[in-house]
């Protein structure tokens, strides 16, 4: 059975941080991209944030660029996601995914890419 499983949100105030992690089962992370998405009730899934096999390329929305960080660990099978001053508009479920791709320093925006998705995270900015 080959899963993702997301954990580390949470409740937090606005201006707090929290850092997420996705680890990976039944297969290694070594040749897979790997993207963040959030979806928040009544919107469209959104990109977060996605880095490269290597970990050398990483994209981020306009919307979070500055306070949230994308790395990751292969040799744990584990990609994390720093979130800092976090916003009420943060509050969303956060899915990590996995690509799998030939190239090592190429990530994708869009969820269609992603061959294998996480259950999720709820992570909510108290206001």
């Known amino acids: 059975q080959l899963q993702l499983v997301e954990s580390g949100g949470g409740l937090v105030q606005p201006g707090g941080s929290l850092r997420l992690s996705c680890v990976a089962s039944?297969?290694?992370?070594?040749?897979?991209?790997i993207g963040w998405f959030r979806q928040a009730p009544g919107k469209e899934r959104e990109g977060v944030s996605c880095i490269s096999r290597r970990g050398g390329t990483t994209n981020y929305a306009d919307s979070v660029k500055g306070r949230f960080t994308i790395s990751r660990d292969n040799a744990k099978n584990t990609v994390y996601l720093q979130m800092n001053s976090l916003k009420p508009e943060d509050t969303a479920i956060y899915f990590c995914a996995a690509d799998k791709i030939l190239s090592s320093n190429y990530c994708s925006d869009y969820s269609t890419r992603y061959d294998y998705w996480g259950q999720g995270t709820q992570v909510t900015v108290s206001s």
């Open positions: 039944g297969f290694t992370l070594d040749y897979y991209a």
